[in-house]
């Protein structure tokens, strides 16, 4: 008969609650990422460009030489939809750049690793993962997106008046319904191809390459095809299009807006798909 | 020995950034079966794959059979390695797998098949030869893994874990096939954690810890040089106490104990050729002894005096 | 020099590696890039020939549909032209995009258009598909250079050339190639034509199939009298282009496997620097690829539309070459870029789980 010595005592401390078990992973990956100088240095690169837009809505904003002079201020000096869409163009693209930095990291390597299986032995559901993943992304992406957003428009509000904010409050809209839809673009992407391709190598190629090669694709199919449809896998222009509408802006896209969300909603879907079927907690034993 | 019969290991280190991989590995290895023998990390696979090129040292040189090993296309005419990476190129059958390197050889394609054909067979791979690699089992990719490092008839086959995976008949039968070699006068070099068997099948053994060589050569021999641990010596005989009483007024016996079946004892000298000759007398003054069989000049005795708790850690 | 061994050394490694490389299912994707823009061509060839017939039909029921037609100017409303078409039994589809735009397509006998309503009023009269050789050719030229070359060659070449080296250090396969008595550079240029083999095979096929499909769309008599001019040296140019643009990526990506642990950095840095190559200055232009290869394309193609009107003025031009020295140029780039690696896959290590 064996005896056993009774040493073992499960856990009996706090537990995470369930609702907010998925903030564990960012948790973890945050720390592993914030020990990449190169990737702090570039996260702090990216709050410049919001930093110089507060001195420009301040200098714009009190300018008296032209009042002085007694013509008023010239067009392009105005703070209006469009120069909150160039600062959402160019904090877009080093959301982009900062996915491609981070994004392979994401998944891949728990596939590389047969990860997955030890993940979900655990209270944890795909859904949880998936969210947890896309979380990493998300709350870093939001702090040089729709955060700087806000507060450039809280500025800009503060020093033109309440008037002003009533007139513009479609800005504030665009800027977050516009930035949150790209960042949850961005995150979908990542996760699905690092879920896809097990080598975080490959992964990042492929981040980078669905923009490129989405663009050309639909660049020929127009061209070939003479349509604009083809422009609906174009990511970048389909993003474009449904900002541009959100600030009243035409754009030479060739896209109308309701299409541009067909297209958005639809790479959403095909992401979604794609995570659905390597999400799994499954493990080659060879 | 001559350098075209001999592998050379001179001074040679090898870092992996601030990590020791090897240090200051000084060798030779005559032909016949050398096993390599250490714990994880103490730099077996590193020595194997300089040898065999996969790898260079940081310092040093290193000569197989006077052939570097960064000449390949005179290196691997003479040699074959079987490594421990379990991953194969996609898509491959076990003969095409085998072939393959023979083409590589240079060999006409008929030439290549016959010889791969003839290497499975020595493996005993025969039957599952057309079937793609990726659904082998672990013990059949290490036996086409073997297959193809032989096929080439090798004058030097280097082994890293060869014996990982295959059940025991196999087992056996793959150490048969290292004998055949070995006594055709190649070099095997094999790695081994199954002190056993390394104990059965070498001719001699490189014993590292932590990236030293901490000894080399055959077994006994390499025991012998061992000097502050005392000898363990098995006599079977008929009065094994009365033997306990004479044996323990000499001072280069330390300890002794008696079998509990009171038909033999275990001594532990410091001086076992005095004790040799201690037991001769013994014999003449009337004790009946059966065996005398050295109990500690094992692989595994090696490996616990000279490695001891470093393995473990 | 053992030349013959290495002859067969050579042929050993191609026959080993072609195959892998064609029909390997993660190179699926490289077929896609390839065969899309045939597909396309196919499409349009399609439509090309449905236009005609329509064409053909309009001719015989509405006789005066392109006087009707030349009548519809910018600022009519959509209700007004959409009358007159009626009036003049043209058949026409009338259909909305979005909440502001309006489209009215037909087709008048020799034209097909698509008229762009904003707020009620005609803002584009937007010609469509013209069924003109003329025009294909131009849209070939465009997609060839724009997209075959700069995308779909490039990442094809990315895909399969950085696989022969840097895909197998993942694989943790490659070691089989380096415990055989073949010298590395041999071993390198084995590689290196068995990507060349896969992907002037792949690309080769698909540029001539393009072109197949691309004047399949038109008549026999267009087809032949352009055959008779520049036709077959027209085929014969984007052929060879396509050939020599394998060559020439295929060499750099082959060294980038060899030389970089994340060769991806490298792509991503050659594809914007061929991306840039319209505004470098023309000395600059002729360290890349793209330059030669454009210099040998049979047909300058429109500029990109995607690039913005201000950044049309930077765009500088190079004389381009003549096409000895293109090809001699590129083959020279290769071999140099091979040699270079070949440096280092001389030193090249197995150290798989530094991967």
């Known amino acids: ?286 | 020995m001559s350098d075209s019969a001999t592998i050379v290991f001179e001074d040679v280190s090898r870092f992996y950034g601030e990590v020791l991989g090897v240090n200051r590995v000084n060798l030779t290895i005559p032909p016949g079966i050398t096993s390599l023998v250490g714990p994880n990390g103490s730099g077996k696979t590193t020595l194997m794959n300089m040898m065999t090129g996969l790898v260079r040292p940081s310092r040093g040189t290193i000569s197989v059979r006077g052939i570097a090993p960064d000449d390949p296309q005179a290196l691997f005419r003479i040699m074959g390695y079987c490594t421990q990476f379990d991953s194969f190129p996609r898509g491959y059958t076990g003969i095409q797998f085998v072939t393959a390197a023979l083409l590589m050889q240079g060999l006409p394609a008929a030439e290549a098949e016959a010889k791969a054909w003839k290497a499975i067979e020595k493996v005993n791979l025969v039957e599952a030869a057309k079937r793609k690699v990726a659904g082998y089992s672990k013990g059949m990719r290490q036996r086409i893994r073997l297959a193809q490092s032989i096929a080439h008839d090798p004058q030097v086959l280097v082994l890293d874990e060869p014996l990982n995976g295959l059940d025991p008949l196999v087992r056996s039968e793959t150490i048969a096939l290292f004998r055949e070699q070995a006594d055709r006068g190649a070099h095997v070099i094999v790695s081994s954690h199954v002190l056993h068997e390394v104990d059965m099948i070498s001719d001699q053994v490189i014993l590292l810890a932590n990236g030293y060589v901490v000894a080399e050569g055959e077994i006994r021999g390499v025991r012998a040089e061992i000097s502050d641990r005392p000898h363990q010596i098995v006599i079977r005989c008929d009065q094994p106490s009365r033997m306990a009483s004479k044996l323990f007024e000499h001072d280069h016996v330390v300890e002794v104990r008696i079998h509990p079946d009171r038909q033999g004892l275990l001594v532990k000298t410091t001086d076992a050729s005095h004790f040799h000759k201690l037991l001769n007398k013994l014999a003449l003054d009337g004790i009946y002894i059966d065996t005398i069989a050295p109990a500690d000049d094992d692989v595994n005795s090696l490996y616990e005096y000279l490695i001891g708790d470093e393995g473990g850690n | 020099m053992d030349t013959v061994l290495w002859r067969r050394q050579l042929l050993a490694i191609v026959q080993l590696e072609w195959k892998k490389t064609l029909f390997s299912k993660r190179g699926i994707w490289v077929y896609v890039l390839a065969f899309l823009p045939a597909l396309l061509f196919g499409i349009n060839a399609y439509r090309v020939k449905s236009i005609r017939a329509e064409q053909e039909r309009m001719s015989v029921s509405a006789p005066n549909a392109s006087a009707v037609s030349n009548k519809i100017v910018a600022g009519m409303s959509a209700d007004v032209a959409a009358e007159a078409l009626r009036d003049a039994k043209i058949p026409y589809s009338r259909f909305t995009r979005g909440r502001r735009l309006e489209v009215i397509r037909y087709n008048d006998g020799a034209n097909a258009f698509d008229l762009m309503f904003r707020e009620g009023a005609l803002v584009d009269k937007r010609k469509r598909n013209q069924a003109l050789l003329s025009d294909d050719i131009r849209a070939y030229a465009g997609m060839f250079q724009y997209f075959y070359l700069r995308l779909a060659i490039f990442f094809g070449c990315v895909g399969i050339f950085m696989n022969l080296f840097r895909g197998e250090m993942l694989d943790q396969s490659l070691h089989y190639y380096l415990l055989a008595p073949v010298r590395r550079e041999v071993l390198m240029v084995g590689k290196y034509l068995s990507g060349l083999v896969a992907t002037i095979l792949i690309f080769g096929t698909s540029t001539a199939l393009q072109l197949y499909l691309m004047l399949s769309a038109h008549s026999n008599k267009e087809v032949s009298d352009y055959l008779a001019g520049e036709g077959w040296g027209h085929i014969a140019a984007y052929l060879g282009v396509t050939a020599l643009a394998c060559v020439g990526y295929g060499s750099i990506f082959l060294a980038a496997g060899i030389i970089m642990k994340n060769p991806m950095v490298a792509a991503a840095s050659i594809l914007f620097w061929e991306g840039i190559n319209w505004f470098l200055p023309a000395m600059l232009k002729k360290f890349s690829v793209i330059f030669y290869l454009q210099s040998l394309c049979p047909v300058v193609a429109p500029l990109n539309s995607d690039i913005p009107e201000p950044l049309k003025l930077l765009v500088t031009t190079a004389a381009p070459i003549s096409a000895p020295i293109a090809i001699l140029g590129l083959f020279t780039v290769s071999i140099a870029v091979l040699a270079f690696a070949s440096i280092y896959v001389r030193k090249l290590e197995i150290n798989y789980g530094a991967d």
């Not at chain 1, 507060?151 to 007139?167: E, Y």
């Not at chain 1, 879920?195 to 490959?202: H, I, M, T």
């Not at chain 1, 035409?250 to 995570?275: D, K, N, P, R, Y």
């Open chain 1, 1 to 286: 008969m064996a005896v056993y010595k009774r040493s073992y005592t499960s856990y009996s401390g706090a537990l995470t609650p369930p609702r907010t078990r998925f903030l564990v992973l960012p948790r973890y990956s945050y720390e592993r990422l914030f020990k990449s100088r190169f990737l702090v240095g570039f996260l702090v690169a990216c709050l410049f460009f919001p930093l110089g837009c507060i001195g420009y809505i301040y200098l714009v904003n009190n300018l008296t030489i032209f009042q002085s002079m007694g013509i008023p201020t010239p067009g392009f000096l105005k703070i209006d939809g469009k120069f909150f869409l160039v600062f959402m163009n160019f904090q877009g693209a080093l959301a982009y750049v900062l996915t491609a930095l981070i994004g392979p990291n994401l998944i891949a390597p728990d596939l590389a690793n047969n990860a997955l299986p030890t993940y979900f032995s655990r209270p944890f559901s795909r859904t949880e993962y998936v969210i947890g993943k896309i979380s990493v992304l998300f709350i870093l992406l939001s702090i040089i997106t729709w955060v700087p957003g806000m507060l450039l428009f809280g500025v800009q509000a503060s020093q033109a008046g309440w008037d002003w904010s009533v007139a513009n409050w479609y800005i504030l809209r665009g800027i977050l319904l516009g930035h949150i839809t790209w960042i949850l673009l961005l995150s979908l992407i990542s996760v699905a191809m690092s879920a896809w391709v097990k080598w975080k190598v490959v992964a990042g190629a492929l981040i980078l390459g669905i923009f490129g090669i989405g663009a050309g694709l639909a660049q020929i199919i127009n061209s070939i095809l003479r349509t604009d449809y083809g422009s609906m896998i174009d990511i970048s222009r389909i993003m474009y299009t449904i900002w541009s509408d959100q600030f009243g802006i035409e754009t030479s896209t060739g896209l109308e807006a309701f299409e541009a969300w067909i297209g958005f909603a639809a790479v959403c879907i095909v992401c979604l798909l794609m995570l659905e079927r390597k999400i799994r907690p499954k493990e080659i034993v060879r």
